[in-house]
């Protein structure tokens, strides 16, 4: 753990502007991934594109966790982008529904690697008393990214067609990817790939440490998932139409700027969980709110309020994730966390879908059902605790 006071370094800059990148890239395809799938045949299954790609990334965390703490957090990092970086160039290939699926599959491979290895690096360089501000910092960027790509995306799609649309998300990749290579590597004592090191012992898929803030990411992250395979469509009900349909991820984002630092900086003061029951309540509120958006007005004021309740939410769980992760086991214990954030996506994606069936009255219900889901959130805050204490103390 480096020593420094301050959390800003050239190195930490670096890594927070790949990250901006990495989630520009893979987040300004989806807009328009749906309406592309129409066309292929497979509008029912609009559900099982955020789907597929958390699979994937849930799949390949407990390997980023493993060589993240063995090869070191950059070559994990570039993988991940890489991974990134090809996709862009296959998506305009594709012609069945079912080939169409395999890449969002194999697309997802990507975020299963570069966050995981981005979060151990921060806990690398960051004092311990500063890991909620780090973690608001970084997730800043990050979120700026998953918020600008779907913004800018369809007006890509709209001005220059659909194949120049995923070629950008290519290139931001790639810009990504130049960045890692030129960044110091933190893991001390690193080894040399070996093929032995795909081999994934029991022991080594989940870090029994952080029981408990995976449990509460998943229940609350289920909302996100919903968001992004529904909201397209919401927006467009409401009026918001062409490259104007990521309206709601730019509001979201612009809302939660200034609370993910205000939120880490509150948790490294009066903890973590005090900071978490006030984001799960706020998910609550923001679901409801976005359950009975009718209007362009509505829309936009239930993105302010989801951004403040992610913004709170996110960095606070990643650094509550990093206090109980063993130092020689971040990537473990981070991938841990992932894998259930993916769990919560994919569920609230693939759940959220099946509820709306392309039925715009059903949207109502998908977000009630999501902010049912989130409450469960809180309660297990106020009283499920000691069960991911014992089970700390049982496997841990």
């Not at 948790?267 to 973590?272: F, V």
């Amino acid at each position: 753990m480096s020593s420094q006071k301050s959390i800003f370094s050239v190195q930490f800059f670096l890594l927070c502007t790949s990250s901006f990148l990495f989630f520009s890239s893979f987040n300004m395809i989806v807009p328009d991934l749906y309406n592309y799938l129409t066309t292929l045949g497979g509008g029912e299954l609009k559900g099982f594109v955020i789907s597929l790609f958390t699979v994937t990334a849930g799949l390949s965390r407990p390997f980023s966790g493993k060589l993240s703490d063995t090869i070191g957090r950059i070559p994990v990092m570039i993988v991940g982008a890489g991974v990134c970086f090809v996709m862009g160039f296959l998506y305009p290939l594709v012609g069945t529904v079912w080939a169409f699926m395999l890449l969002r599959f194999l697309h997802g491979f990507s975020t299963g690697f570069k966050p995981t290895g981005t979060s151990a690096y921060i806990a690398d360089i960051v004092p311990a008393n500063r890991r909620g501000e780090a973690m608001g910092y970084s997730g800043l960027f990050g979120s700026i990214g998953m918020a600008a790509g779907p913004s800018f995306g369809p007006k890509i799609t709209e001005a220059f067609g659909l194949e120049t649309m995923f070629y950008t998300s290519s290139v931001l990749a790639l810009l990504s990817v130049l960045i890692l290579i030129g960044m110091k590597e933190t893991l001390k004592n690193t080894q040399r790939f070996h093929p032995s090191l795909m081999v994934i012992r029991k022991d080594e898929v989940l870090e029994p440490r952080v029981f408990n803030p995976s449990i509460l990411f998943l229940l609350t992250s289920f909302s996100f998932g919903a968001a992004l395979t529904l909201m397209p469509d919401l927006a467009e009900h409401v009026g918001f139409k062409g490259g104007d349909k990521g309206i709601f991820f730019t509001v979201f984002v612009i809302a939660s700027l200034i609370i993910r630092i205000l939120a880490g900086k509150a948790s490294d003061k009066y903890g973590r969980v005090i900071v978490l029951k006030w984001a799960a309540f706020s998910i609550v509120i923001a679901d409801i709110m976005i359950a009975y958006t009718n209007t362009p007005t509505m829309l936009i004021l239930s993105a302010i309020a989801f951004g403040v309740a992610v913004g709170m939410n996110t960095p606070t769980i990643y650094a509550w994730t990093i206090d109980l992760s063993l130092e020689k086991a971040r990537g473990k214990g981070l991938a841990t966390m992932y894998i259930a954030l993916e769990i919560g996506i994919g569920l609230g994606a693939l759940i959220s879908g099946f509820i709306y069936s392309n039925e715009i009255a059903n949207l109502r219900l998908a977000f009630l059902t999501c902010a049912a889901t989130a409450f469960s959130g809180l309660l297990f805050l106020n009283f499920g605790l000691n069960l991911g204490n014992r089970v700390t103390a049982k496997f841990g």
